[in-house]
């Protein structure tokens, strides 16, 4: 089974916040049971900015993205992106859905509401371990 780690929570394993004990364990658990935690390889730019912008270590991110594994973005997964419904979703949180799709994971971590909306209506389960928002 696939997994998909969006930004908003892989950056939780890198800056402490109240979920970040909960996703680590689910993520600890997820893995122990043979589960493979995917992404698009956009998280690694999204992960390193914020690494920059809170001066925080490119080892810790680092360390993140070896234990997730990384798809490169084609083309086409562009334009799936540019053509999934929803008015209101962002562009970036746009390609981590179709990247979801595309890379048939059979759920989200995120804690992006906009996101998760967007993923629920394409058929994908969200998860946002220590979160009001958790379908788990």
Known sequence: MRV????SAASKLIVREAESAA???YLDA???AGVDLVSS???ETE???VAVRLNLSQ???SDVLDRVQLALPDRLLYRDAGLLSGANLRSLDALHVAAALRLEAREIISYDRKQTEAAKNHG???VAPASEDDDH
């Open 23 to 25: 996703l680590i364990e």
């Open 4 to 7: 998909y780690v969006d930004t």
């Open 59 to 61: 080892v810790a991110v």
């Open 47 to 49: 992960l390193r900015r």
């Open 41 to 43: 390889l956009l998280l």
């Open 124 to 126: 994908l389960r969200t």
């Open 30 to 32: 997820a893995v122990a």
